[in-house]
Protein backbone atom coordinates (compact mmCIF):
# COMPACT_ATOMS: atom_id res chain seq x y z
CA UNK A 1 0.00 0.00 0.00
CA UNK A 2 1.28 3.08 -1.00
CA UNK A 3 2.59 5.63 2.16
CA UNK A 4 0.08 8.52 3.27
CA UNK A 5 1.80 12.16 2.82
CA UNK A 6 1.84 12.27 6.54
CA UNK A 7 3.77 9.24 6.82
CA UNK A 8 5.88 10.77 4.72
CA UNK A 9 6.49 13.99 5.92
CA UNK A 10 6.97 12.14 9.15
CA UNK A 11 9.82 9.69 7.92
CA UNK A 12 11.83 12.58 6.04
CA UNK A 13 11.70 14.49 9.29
CA UNK A 14 13.15 12.10 11.18
CA UNK A 15 16.05 11.50 8.23
CA UNK A 16 16.86 14.98 8.37
CA UNK A 17 16.76 15.77 12.50
CA UNK A 18 20.25 14.83 12.91
CA UNK A 19 21.62 17.12 10.31
CA UNK A 20 19.23 20.10 10.10
CA UNK A 21 18.34 22.82 12.36
CA UNK A 22 14.66 23.15 11.25
CA UNK A 23 13.68 19.59 9.78
CA UNK A 24 10.04 19.81 9.59
CA UNK A 25 10.57 23.13 6.91
CA UNK A 26 12.54 21.60 5.40
CA UNK A 27 11.33 18.15 4.73
CA UNK A 28 7.66 20.16 3.74
CA UNK A 29 10.02 22.35 1.06
CA UNK A 30 11.04 18.36 -0.20
CA UNK A 31 8.18 16.81 -0.07
CA UNK A 32 6.37 19.65 -2.07
CA UNK A 33 8.98 19.30 -5.02
CA UNK A 34 8.80 15.99 -5.04
CA UNK A 35 4.64 15.63 -5.09
CA UNK A 36 5.03 19.21 -7.04
CA UNK A 37 2.69 20.57 -5.20
CA UNK A 38 2.12 23.59 -2.07
CA UNK A 39 3.05 22.99 0.93
CA UNK A 40 -0.75 24.10 2.24
CA UNK A 41 -1.35 21.07 0.28
CA UNK A 42 0.40 18.72 2.16
CA UNK A 43 -1.15 20.14 5.69
CA UNK A 44 -4.27 19.74 4.51
CA UNK A 45 -4.22 16.09 2.62
CA UNK A 46 -2.07 14.29 5.18
CA UNK A 47 -4.30 11.55 4.57
CA UNK A 48 -3.44 10.82 0.65
CA UNK A 49 -1.85 8.38 -0.55
CA UNK A 50 1.53 9.35 -2.75
CA UNK A 51 2.68 7.24 -5.86
CA UNK A 52 6.11 5.37 -5.67
CA UNK A 53 7.89 7.34 -8.09
CA UNK A 54 7.34 11.04 -6.25
CA UNK A 55 8.01 9.15 -3.00
CA UNK A 56 11.68 7.73 -4.43
CA UNK A 57 12.11 11.12 -5.36
CA UNK A 58 11.41 12.60 -1.67
CA UNK A 59 13.59 9.72 -0.19
CA UNK A 60 16.52 10.92 -2.22
CA UNK A 61 15.83 14.46 -2.21
CA UNK A 62 16.04 14.32 1.97
CA UNK A 63 19.37 12.30 1.67
CA UNK A 64 20.90 15.04 0.13
CA UNK A 65 20.02 17.34 2.11
CA UNK A 66 20.49 14.90 5.82
CA UNK A 67 24.70 14.54 3.90
CA UNK A 68 24.63 18.63 4.53
CA UNK A 69 24.05 19.80 1.47
CA UNK A 70 22.84 23.50 1.74
CA UNK A 71 18.85 22.99 0.77
CA UNK A 72 19.26 25.87 -1.78
CA UNK A 73 21.34 23.10 -3.73
CA UNK A 74 19.01 20.19 -3.26
CA UNK A 75 16.09 22.48 -4.56
CA UNK A 76 17.95 24.27 -7.34
CA UNK A 77 17.06 27.63 -6.47
CA UNK A 78 17.70 30.75 -3.94
CA UNK A 79 15.49 33.26 -2.92
CA UNK A 80 17.37 36.54 -2.84
CA UNK A 81 16.15 40.43 -2.90
CA UNK A 82 12.37 38.79 -4.11
CA UNK A 83 13.84 36.82 -7.26
CA UNK A 84 14.34 33.60 -7.47
CA UNK A 85 17.90 32.68 -8.89
CA UNK A 86 19.04 29.08 -9.81
CA UNK A 87 21.93 28.22 -7.72
CA UNK A 88 24.02 24.80 -7.62
CA UNK A 89 27.50 23.35 -6.16
CA UNK A 90 29.02 25.83 -9.27
CA UNK A 91 28.23 28.95 -7.20
CA UNK A 92 27.72 30.50 -2.94
CA UNK A 93 24.73 30.80 -2.21
CA UNK A 94 23.45 33.44 -2.17
CA UNK A 95 22.99 35.23 2.04
CA UNK A 96 20.33 37.22 3.23
CA UNK A 97 22.46 39.71 4.31
CA UNK A 98 24.20 40.63 0.86
CA UNK A 99 20.37 42.15 0.03
CA UNK A 100 21.63 45.02 2.11
CA UNK A 101 24.45 45.53 0.31
CA UNK A 102 21.45 45.88 -2.68
CA UNK A 103 19.71 48.74 -0.27
CA UNK A 104 23.18 50.34 -0.36
CA UNK A 105 23.51 50.36 -3.98
CA UNK A 106 20.05 51.27 -4.74
CA UNK A 107 20.18 54.15 -2.66
CA UNK A 108 23.36 55.68 -4.28
CA UNK A 109 21.78 54.62 -7.46
CA UNK A 110 18.69 56.67 -6.73
CA UNK A 111 20.54 59.86 -5.35
CA UNK A 112 22.36 59.96 -8.35
CA UNK A 113 18.99 60.46 -10.29
CA UNK A 114 17.69 63.07 -7.61
CA UNK A 115 20.83 65.31 -8.03
CA UNK A 116 20.47 65.44 -11.74
CA UNK A 117 23.44 63.33 -12.81
CA UNK A 118 23.13 62.05 -16.77
CA UNK A 119 21.00 58.92 -17.43
CA UNK A 120 22.95 55.25 -17.46
CA UNK A 121 25.10 54.45 -14.68
CA UNK A 122 27.77 51.44 -14.67
CA UNK A 123 27.93 49.42 -12.28
CA UNK A 124 30.98 46.47 -11.97
CA UNK A 125 30.37 43.62 -9.56
CA UNK A 126 33.92 41.75 -8.88
CA UNK A 127 33.20 38.40 -7.88
CA UNK A 128 29.38 38.12 -9.15
CA UNK A 129 28.53 33.82 -8.51
CA UNK A 130 25.45 33.14 -9.27
CA UNK A 131 25.13 37.37 -10.53
CA UNK A 132 22.75 37.43 -7.32
CA UNK A 133 23.82 41.31 -7.30
CA UNK A 134 24.72 41.73 -10.84
CA UNK A 135 21.26 40.75 -11.48
CA UNK A 136 18.94 42.55 -9.13
CA UNK A 137 20.77 45.63 -9.41
CA UNK A 138 20.29 45.26 -13.18
CA UNK A 139 16.73 44.19 -12.57
CA UNK A 140 15.76 46.81 -9.62
CA UNK A 141 17.32 49.44 -11.62
CA UNK A 142 16.46 50.01 -15.22
CA UNK A 143 19.12 52.94 -15.95
CA UNK A 144 22.26 50.52 -14.56
CA UNK A 145 24.18 48.74 -17.10
CA UNK A 146 26.50 45.69 -14.71
CA UNK A 147 29.52 44.17 -15.99
CA UNK A 148 30.33 41.08 -13.68
CA UNK A 149 33.40 39.23 -13.23
CA UNK A 150 34.59 36.03 -11.36
CA UNK A 151 37.75 33.69 -11.43
CA UNK A 152 35.35 30.99 -11.88
CA UNK A 153 34.17 30.16 -15.50
CA UNK A 154 32.03 27.26 -14.29
CA UNK A 155 30.11 30.38 -11.79
CA UNK A 156 29.64 32.55 -14.52
CA UNK A 157 27.47 29.91 -16.70
CA UNK A 158 24.84 30.32 -13.38
CA UNK A 159 25.26 33.61 -13.71
CA UNK A 160 24.43 34.52 -16.99
CA UNK A 161 21.42 32.17 -16.84
CA UNK A 162 20.06 33.88 -13.72
CA UNK A 163 20.53 36.79 -15.74
CA UNK A 164 18.44 34.89 -19.07
CA UNK A 165 16.09 33.72 -16.74
CA UNK A 166 15.59 37.57 -14.95
CA UNK A 167 15.01 39.24 -17.99
CA UNK A 168 18.43 41.18 -17.95
CA UNK A 169 20.78 39.39 -20.15
CA UNK A 170 20.95 43.15 -22.12
CA UNK A 171 22.48 45.17 -19.38
CA UNK A 172 24.65 42.75 -17.73
CA UNK A 173 28.02 41.54 -19.08
CA UNK A 174 30.11 38.63 -17.39
CA UNK A 175 33.87 38.24 -17.90
CA UNK A 176 35.91 35.59 -16.54
CA UNK A 177 39.21 37.27 -14.97
CA UNK A 178 40.66 38.21 -11.77
CA UNK A 179 39.08 41.09 -10.01
CA UNK A 180 38.50 43.59 -12.30
CA UNK A 181 41.12 42.76 -14.91
CA UNK A 182 38.82 41.76 -17.75
CA UNK A 183 37.29 45.39 -18.01
CA UNK A 184 40.27 47.11 -17.55
CA UNK A 185 40.48 50.58 -18.45
CA UNK A 186 36.88 51.20 -17.84
CA UNK A 187 35.44 53.32 -15.16
CA UNK A 188 32.47 52.63 -13.27
CA UNK A 189 29.97 54.52 -11.25
CA UNK A 190 29.35 52.23 -8.60
CA UNK A 191 31.95 48.70 -7.61
CA UNK A 192 29.98 46.61 -5.63
CA UNK A 193 31.43 43.54 -4.02
CA UNK A 194 31.19 40.67 -1.98
CA UNK A 195 34.55 38.20 -2.36
CA UNK A 196 35.58 35.92 -0.42
CA UNK A 197 36.78 36.28 3.12
CA UNK A 198 36.21 33.37 5.27
CA UNK A 199 39.07 32.73 7.12
CA UNK A 200 40.95 30.03 5.75
CA UNK A 201 40.74 27.72 9.34
CA UNK A 202 37.34 29.03 9.43
CA UNK A 203 35.72 27.09 6.66
CA UNK A 204 33.92 24.09 8.44
CA UNK A 205 34.40 20.45 7.00
CA UNK A 206 31.16 18.24 5.58
CA UNK A 207 28.47 17.63 6.88
CA UNK A 208 28.42 21.57 7.30
CA UNK A 209 26.75 23.02 4.54
CA UNK A 210 29.10 25.82 4.06
CA UNK A 211 31.65 23.29 3.17
CA UNK A 212 29.72 22.02 -0.34
CA UNK A 213 29.73 25.82 -1.24
CA UNK A 214 33.08 26.41 -3.87
CA UNK A 215 36.26 26.45 -2.31
CA UNK A 216 36.75 29.94 -4.28
CA UNK A 217 34.14 31.70 -3.41
CA UNK A 218 34.87 31.23 1.12
CA UNK A 219 38.62 31.41 1.07
CA UNK A 220 40.00 34.64 2.30
CA UNK A 221 43.16 33.53 2.84
CA UNK A 222 44.83 33.29 6.91
CA UNK A 223 42.62 36.15 8.09
CA UNK A 224 40.14 36.09 5.76
CA UNK A 225 41.47 39.50 3.95
CA UNK A 226 43.80 38.51 1.38
CA UNK A 227 40.85 39.51 -1.57
CA UNK A 228 39.91 42.84 -0.56
CA UNK A 229 43.94 43.70 0.24
CA UNK A 230 44.32 42.82 -3.34
CA UNK A 231 41.06 44.43 -4.71
CA UNK A 232 40.42 47.67 -2.75
CA UNK A 233 43.81 49.21 -3.93
CA UNK A 234 42.62 48.83 -7.70
CA UNK A 235 38.95 50.46 -6.64
CA UNK A 236 39.94 54.40 -7.03
CA UNK A 237 41.41 54.09 -10.92
CA UNK A 238 38.16 52.45 -11.42
CA UNK A 239 35.74 54.98 -10.41
CA UNK A 240 34.26 57.82 -11.87
CA UNK A 241 34.74 61.55 -9.88
CA UNK A 242 31.22 60.79 -8.59
CA UNK A 243 31.38 56.90 -7.78
CA UNK A 244 31.24 54.72 -5.03
CA UNK A 245 31.92 51.87 -3.92
CA UNK A 246 30.28 48.94 -1.47
CA UNK A 247 32.41 45.91 0.29
CA UNK A 248 30.86 42.90 2.40
CA UNK A 249 33.30 41.45 4.83
CA UNK A 250 32.54 39.29 7.85
CA UNK A 251 31.92 41.46 11.23
CA UNK A 252 35.15 40.71 12.93
CA UNK A 253 37.30 41.43 9.82
CA UNK A 254 35.43 45.18 9.71
CA UNK A 255 37.68 47.60 11.70
CA UNK A 256 40.85 46.15 9.41
CA UNK A 257 38.89 46.56 5.99
CA UNK A 258 37.81 50.00 7.37
CA UNK A 259 41.80 51.09 7.61
CA UNK A 260 42.14 49.27 4.11
CA UNK A 261 39.52 51.41 2.40
CA UNK A 262 40.31 55.01 4.64
CA UNK A 263 44.23 54.11 3.93
CA UNK A 264 43.79 53.77 0.25
CA UNK A 265 40.73 56.70 -0.37
CA UNK A 266 42.58 58.79 1.76
CA UNK A 267 40.34 61.83 2.80
CA UNK A 268 37.39 60.21 1.64
CA UNK A 269 34.81 59.36 4.74
CA UNK A 270 34.12 55.67 4.51
CA UNK A 271 30.69 54.47 6.34
CA UNK A 272 29.90 51.39 7.73
CA UNK A 273 26.59 49.07 7.01
CA UNK A 274 24.88 46.89 9.28
CA UNK A 275 22.99 43.35 8.33
CA UNK A 276 19.85 41.90 9.50
CA UNK A 277 21.28 40.37 12.64
CA UNK A 278 22.88 44.17 13.56
CA UNK A 279 26.62 42.89 12.77
CA UNK A 280 28.82 45.43 10.74
CA UNK A 281 29.26 44.10 7.40
CA UNK A 282 29.57 46.50 4.92
CA UNK A 283 32.08 49.25 3.94
CA UNK A 284 31.00 52.39 1.68
CA UNK A 285 32.99 54.66 0.22
CA UNK A 286 32.30 57.73 -2.29
CA UNK A 287 34.67 60.09 -4.10
CA UNK A 288 31.65 62.46 -5.08
CA UNK A 289 32.84 66.30 -4.36
CA UNK A 290 29.86 66.78 -3.24
N1 LIG B 1 28.46 37.91 -5.54
C1 LIG B 1 27.90 36.61 -5.17
C2 LIG B 1 27.02 36.77 -3.96
O1 LIG B 1 27.09 37.82 -3.32
O2 LIG B 1 26.24 35.86 -3.66
C3 LIG B 1 29.02 35.59 -4.91
C4 LIG B 1 29.98 35.98 -3.84
S1 LIG B 1 31.17 34.73 -3.41
C5 LIG B 1 31.44 35.13 -1.72
C6 LIG B 1 32.68 35.29 -4.11
C7 LIG B 1 32.85 35.07 -5.60
O3 LIG B 1 34.09 35.69 -5.99
C8 LIG B 1 32.95 33.63 -6.03
O4 LIG B 1 32.05 33.39 -7.10
C9 LIG B 1 34.40 33.44 -6.48
O5 LIG B 1 34.57 32.54 -7.56
C10 LIG B 1 34.77 34.86 -6.88
N2 LIG B 1 36.19 35.20 -6.78
C11 LIG B 1 37.10 34.74 -5.89
N3 LIG B 1 38.29 35.34 -6.09
C12 LIG B 1 38.12 36.21 -7.14
C13 LIG B 1 38.98 37.12 -7.83
N4 LIG B 1 40.26 37.24 -7.50
N5 LIG B 1 38.46 37.83 -8.85
C14 LIG B 1 37.16 37.68 -9.22
N6 LIG B 1 36.30 36.84 -8.61
C15 LIG B 1 36.78 36.11 -7.57
N1 LIG C 1 28.71 35.16 4.20
C1 LIG C 1 29.35 33.90 3.89
C2 LIG C 1 29.51 33.05 5.10
O1 LIG C 1 29.60 33.55 6.20
C3 LIG C 1 30.72 34.13 3.29
C4 LIG C 1 30.66 34.78 2.00
C5 LIG C 1 31.98 35.35 1.60
O2 LIG C 1 33.05 34.81 1.86
N2 LIG C 1 31.90 36.45 0.92
O3 LIG C 1 29.55 31.85 4.98
Redesign the pocket.
Known sequence: MPASVEALLARGISVLAPSSDSPRADAMLLLARALDCEREWIVAHGEARAASAPARRFETLCNLRASGMPMAYVLGFAG?YGREFLVDER?????PE?EH?IDEALTFLKARRSAGMPAGTNVL??????????CTVAAENGDAFVH?????AR?LEVARINAGRLNVAERCRFHC?????PVAGRRFDLV???????PTPDIPPRPNPIAF??R????GGPDGLD?YR??VPEVPGLLEPDGAAVF?AGPALMPELVALVERTFRARPVEVGYDYAGHARFVMVATASR
Open positions: FVLVPRTLDVGTGSGAIAATDVSAGRFAGLANLPYVEPEALDAEFE
